[in-house]
């Protein structure tokens, strides 16, 4: 070793040592993040969600005409681009999507679709993710025969018709819209405590339960504290999947007039109201579908990129 390298090596006593700067860690959640901000499609996703979200929260407020106006003049009046010159009465306005088999302005009532069914998912689905993840993690963490009964219990209710159950919760809460979304919550959660309760029985083993075990931390405090948090990647995921099968589900009760009831809309009751009018009127059911369709497509996208944003296996 020469004189100049053993200097650079060992600097004498006086002289400044040149230190390495620390590199600051980043955390599961803040790399997922940013992984997911360089996922176009999911990124593209997210911003056509919120544009539909901004549409339906605030133009219903400055918009000319409202959803339960009706005209018997432009009955079923195509939009003053439409192609087929044969269906223009020259409506003239706003009316961008065309008037509905009673004389509403489309375009409105729309909006007033997207708000319910986004409504509609995300009310469900906190309550799907509410009793989901609680029971879940409890019947995981506890183990034994009381997870054996929980989890018989839950087999008991998958055997039953999907819809069945929505349609007796229905009955039983009178047709109330807001208690809509929760029956069909209270029965989405099925699978969400099942992926719970996989997650939790691979981890309550863990160094940091047995620590929080030792130190005399109660149960609840470590379902709470431990096991929910380190189980929220593929929640969060699921809950993505989750929203738009609730949209298709109450677009279905619907469909079958047993979901939202008019004046009130929704896309399912435009999507039906349009099939009906689909020969004769066919922007009726046009508008709300590809509204519809490309609701669920983003969420779907948002999904596949949480999924492989929070994904540890892949870097």
């Known amino acids: ?19 390495t700067p620390l590199v600051k860690g980043r955390s599961l959640w803040t790399d997922a993040r940013r992984r997911l901000l360089r996922n176009k499609a999911a990124l593209i996703s997210v911003i056509l969600l919120g544009l539909i979200a901004l549409l339906a929260v605030f133009v219903p407020y400055v918009w000319p005409y409202a959803y339960d106006a009706i005209n018997y003049d432009l009955i079923s009046c195509a939009p003053d681009w439409w192609p087929d010159k044969n269906v223009l009465c020259n409506a003239g306005g706003l009316h961008i999507f065309g008037m509905d088999s009673v004389g509403r302005d489309l375009f409105i009532r729309v909006l007033y679709g997207a708000r319910v069914s986004l409504a509609i998912g995300a009310v469900a689905t906190l309550v799907s993710l509410v009793i989901g993840v609680t029971y879940g993690a409890v019947a995981g963490f506890v183990g034994g025969r009381i997870d054996e009964l929980m989890m018989r219990f839950v087999d008991v209710l998958y055997s039953l018709p999907y819809i069945f159950l929505v349609i007796i919760l229905m009955v039983v809460f009178n047709g109330n819209v807001f208690l809509l979304f929760v029956a069909i919550g209270a029965v989405e959660w099925l699978t969400m405590s099942r992926i719970v309760r996989g997650q939790t029985l691979s981890i309550k083993q863990k160094e940091f339960i047995e620590a929080a075990r030792a130190a005399g931390v109660a149960n609840p405090t470590i379902i709470r504290r431990h096991v929910v948090p380190n189980v929220l990647g ?61 609701t669920l497509f983003c969420f779907n996208f948002i999904g596949d990129g949480l999924r492989d944003a929070l994904d540890p296996k892949d870097r």
């Open 1 to 19: 070793m020469t004189i100049d390298s053993a200097t650079a090596a060992f600097p004498s006593r006086g002289e400044p040592v040149e230190r």
């Open 234 to 294: 593929p929640v969060v995921v699921y809950v993505t999947l989750t929203i738009p099968t609730v949209i298709l589900a109450e677009s279905f009760l619907s469909f079958l007039g047993l979901g939202i009831q008019e004046p009130l809309t929704s896309w399912g009751v435009l999507i039906s109201e349009g099939a009906n009018q689909m020969e004769n009127a066919p922007w009726m059911l046009i508008f709300p579908a590809l509204f519809m369709a490309v």
